[in-house]
């Protein structure tokens, strides 16, 4: 993934909120709140749960906890109210082996549910913009392993598995949020590929994905078809959503598409209703 020199500076000047406020002073809102730079230790285990984990699972579960706790807990509360990603945080993540999941091939953990729940739940427990950024990445991961062709995991998978490409899973909209049957994004045939035209709202990651796995009309069929659309691609403009007061870690934004050319190899084949997803 490229990510530019200085990338917390990007943001020179801050936008505000449809209210037209100025970006929100943590330390003015919340003078209570008391940053820590030593995330607590987990003392008790009252349902032990350890007990019912195999030895890999157990293994698997101190290890995420241990990167958590020591590298990414430390820098949580510095970012939290900045609002910004700590985006030097992606490779220790990467090297946890976590993205995927449960995807078994291509470069993917193929942990099993038991593990993969584990090891978010160790994320979550330190920090919940952490965990929600993985999840939001895996879950476009999820949808090429489920619906996309051979190709498509042959050149996706892996490096969206290390960490080494991001990717968002853009279905909600302005006007239906995540109603899939109100879908208003279209998605035209025309020779070579597809144009799509529309909008996407609260799309996590979406801001510095390499990869932005979108939900779109088909015209011709009024079914839900699912396209690869890549971060540079003329026609995608891509705004960060500010002020949130939940999750302030998590990149959420504003996708706008105008005429986006989206090639054949890039429609994810397995997607020819909004229920193929659901498998």
Known sequence: MSIPKNRDEVEQNPRSSYFNLPPLDVSVAFPQ???VSTFPPNVS???QFSDLLTVEDQALRM???ECMEKEIAPMM????EKAKFP??????LGALGIAGGTIKGYGCPGLSITASAIAMAEVARVDASCSTFI???SLAMLTIALCGSEEQKLK???SLAQFSAVACWALTEPDYGSDASGLKTTAIKVEGGWILEGKKRWIGNSTFADLLVVFARNTTTNQINGFILKKDAPGLTVTKIENKIGLRIVQNGDIVMKRVFVPDEDRLPGVNSFQDTNK
Do not use: M, Q, S
């Not at 985006?87 to 220790?92: E, L, M």
């Open 63 to 65: 290890r995420v906890r």
């Open 45 to 47: 285990d009252y349902y």
């Open 87 to 92: 985006f030097h945080a992606i490779p220790k």
């Open 33 to 35: 709140a008391t940053p």
């Open 156 to 158: 996706y998978l892996h």
């Open 77 to 80: 509360t510095e970012y939290w």
């Open 135 to 137: 999840l939001v990445h």
